[in-house]
């Protein structure tokens, strides 16, 4: 079936680093790629998306691009802040027959100033 | 945005009683509504998925006479623990889906004593 497979946490920079957190996918079909967020007590919140292969989502300084060769949908920051702490979490949704979102395990970015 | 609010946020119940979970979309209307389940470094597991006056679609596994889910308005929707046991202890996450994307709650923490 379906999965998402991502880097597990936490994953520890400083202020101002730079940083990747990796995810891959498996699908049978051509799925839309997804990061989420989930800041504490709160819910996921969408960070970014795309649809289809070199697609690249950006919002907040983040960016991801959708790569069919390698199935994977790295998230990247050149820069990353304290408000950045949180967890992030990939996810695949296939457009076809009853959508469901597939998640992977999430993982936790501490940033320290 | 789309707002999906939860309610309790946290509840500590006794082994054997039951436990209602609120779900609803403040300021949408919601064809369909998710319930997820998550454990401690573990991914969103999909438990269930609901519609509008429909019966709720269980995912594989998942006991439907356990977890009850009522979804009576297109704004709200319940999960109901029924019989909980400390196995049952976990975070439950609700999503509420309309065209233009799928939201998610801030989550429930149920421990069971």
């Known amino acids: 079936g379906d999965s998402v497979t991502q880097m597990e946490g936490p994953v520890t920079l400083s202020e101002e680093a730079f940083l990747t957190i990796n995810c891959t996918y498996t699908?049978?079909?051509?799925?839309?790629l997804f990061w989420y967020v989930q800041y504490p007590g709160e819910g996921l919140q969408l960070l970014l998306k795309?649809?289809?292969?070199?697609d690249k989502g950006s919002n907040k300084g983040f960016e991801a691009t959708y790569r069919k060769e390698t199935t994977s949908f790295h998230l990247e920051k050149g820069s990353v802040q304290v408000s950045d702490s949180a967890v992030y979490f990939c996810a695949s949704l296939l457009n076809t027959g009853f959508q469901k979102l597939v998640f992977g395990t999430g993982t936790r970015l501490l940033v320290s100033p | 945005g789309a707002v999906v609010s939860q309610h309790p946020s946290w509840v500590i119940c006794k082994s054997g009683t039951s436990v209602k979970i609120e779900c609803r979309s403040l300021?949408?209307?919601?064809?369909?509504m998710f319930w997820y389940r998550q454990f401690p470094k573990q991914s969103l597991m999909l438990m269930a998925t609901?519609?509008?006056?429909?019966?709720?679609?269980?995912e594989q596994g998942v006991e439907k006479d356990k977890f009850l889910i009522n979804h009576a308005s297109l704004t709200l929707s319940t999960l109901t623990v029924t019989s909980a046991h400390p196995e049952d202890s976990s975070f439950y996450i609700c999503s509420a889906r309309t065209l233009a994307g799928q939201y998610f709650g801030p989550g429930t923490r149920l421990t069971v004593t």
């Open positions: 609901s519609n509008e006056g429909s019966k709720a679609t269980y």
């Open positions: 300021d949408f209307q919601a064809t369909t």
């Open positions: 699908a049978t079909g051509y799925p839309s």
């Open positions: 795309a649809t289809k292969a070199d």
